[in-house]
Structures are given as structure tokens and as C-alpha cells.
């Protein structure tokens, strides 16, 4: 069965420290997602990045970064000189490739960011 | 624009009573999907569907119906047999599994 943690439940920083956000996952698929939502206080989701099993590349978008390691099956989330319009909750998804469960989504628990002016 | 229209925003149900939430997505997407979230929690899946008239059980379907007559439309009824319905419902759509999902603004559900 697949699952993910984020075992951070809440960080709290102030504005233009640099912040982390872990996730761990498991499954028995060789062919894997992962995704990385972001909830402000409105509700709704906004997604922010999708990486396949195959593509173990950093990527950078901006102010954010992901780093994919498949040895220690993490996709952590970095968000570089952290602004008050990031404060919300981010939360980490996975979905496998196979069969039925290619529509599942499987969501961790999400970590609530707070930056601080 | 495209987009999912969630609605109501909010919604009180009575005791015994169904309620039904309205996902209307003009997004072109096959696959619709209905979420639910608690506080602290992450978002569970209750039912999600892959083209029309063709819906499937998720982690927590019992107590919710969904039907799925057109493309566009992908309505949740939450049942009186649902004992505990206050949340956060969050309705999404993708154009292939996989893929993104896009998220509506959802529907707080709560007991008078």
C-alpha cells in the first residue's frame, strides 16, 4: 500500500529564512508520482510540481526547489528566502502507475508554514 | 477562464437529511474526483471517475453517492447514513491519471 508522511506538522519561520519541508513515501511501484500542493488559507489546492520515478533531477522554480532521492524515498521541498505570501499549508501526494490505483492520489498529512514579517 | 466552481461555499445539513455538492469543471478533463479533508489531516478520496457514466469507490466511500451524467458535472450527495459529515470537500478533475489534479475552492460542510 502506498503512503506518505510529512512528519513536520508546523514550521514556523521569519521572512527570507530559508525552510525545508520533508516527505517520505512508500510503495511497491517501480513507476511512481509525486506532487507537491500548496492550500493557502482560501482552500484550495494549487499544485505546484509533478516528478515521475525515472527523473531523479533537482529542480528549481524560482525562489523553490525539490530534491528527489529514491535512496532514502524523499521528495523535500525547499523554498529559499521565504516571503509572508508563502505562509500556508503544503502538502506532499503520490500516485502509482499501475491499474486502478493510477487515479488514486495518496496524500500525507500536509505541514502548515507560518513565515513571520 | 477555465476552472472548477465548487458550490455551495458552505452547508449546513440537518439530521437524517442528504445534501447534495455541486463540481462543475469546463476544464475538458475525463477524470473527476471528490475529496474529503479534517483538520490536521490530509485529503482522502471518496469517490473518483474516469469518463462519463462510469464512477469507482475510494478510501472512504461509505455514506457518500456520485453520479456522473456529463463530462462537466460530477455532483457529491452526502447520505444520512454519513455520521459524521463535517468537513472540507474538495472536488478535482485531471485530463489523464497522473497528471495534475485542479482543485475547486470547496464546500464546508457542517450539522445544524
Known amino acids: 500500500a502506498q503512503k506518505v508522511t510529512q512528519a513536520q506538522t508546523e514550521i514556523s519561520v521569519v521572512e527570507k529564512e530559508d525552510v525545508t519541508l520533508d516527505c517520505v513515501y512508500e510503495t511497491r511501484d517501480t513507476t511512481y508520482y509525486l506532487f507537491w500542493y500548496k492550500q493557502p488559507p482560501s482552500g484550495e489546492l494549487v499544485f505546484l510540481i509533478r516528478r515521475n520515478s525515472f527523473d531523479e533531477q533537482n529542480e528549481i522554480s524560482g525562489r523553490y526547489s525539490w530534491n528527489f532521492q529514491k535512496s532514502t524515498s524523499s521528495f523535500n521541498f525547499t523554498i529559499t528566502a521565504s516571503q509572508v505570501v508563502d505562509s500556508a499549508v503544503y502538502f506532499c501526494a503520490l500516485s502509482e502507475a499501475g491499474g486502478g490505483s493510477n487515479y488514486k492520489l495518496t496524500f500525507g498529512k500536509g505541514t502548515l508554514l507560518t513565515v513571520n514579517p | 477562464d477555465g476552472g472548477i466552481t465548487q458550490s455551495p461555499k458552505y452547508l449546513f445539513r440537518k439530521e437524517g437529511q442528504n445534501v447534495t455538492l455541486s463540481c462543475e469543471q469546463n476544464l475538458n478533463h475525463d477524470a473527476m474526483y471528490w475529496y474529503r479533508q479534517d483538520p490536521g489531516q490530509g485529503l482522502r478520496l471518496i469517490y473518483y471517475?474516469?469518463?462519463?457514466?462510469?464512477?469507482q469507490k475510494g478510501d472512504i466511500a461509505e455514506g457518500y453517492s456520485v453520479s456522473r451524467e456529463k463530462k462537466e458535472s460530477f455532483p457529491l450527495t452526502v447520505t444520512s447514513a454519513q455520521k459524521n459529515p463535517t468537513a472540507f470537500y474538495l472536488c478535482a478533475s485531471s485530463i489523464l491519471p497522473n497528471q495534475p489534479q485542479h482543485f475547486g475552492d470547496g464546500t464546508r460542510l457542517s450539522i445544524l
Open positions: 471517475s474516469q469518463i462519463v457514466n462510469d464512477f
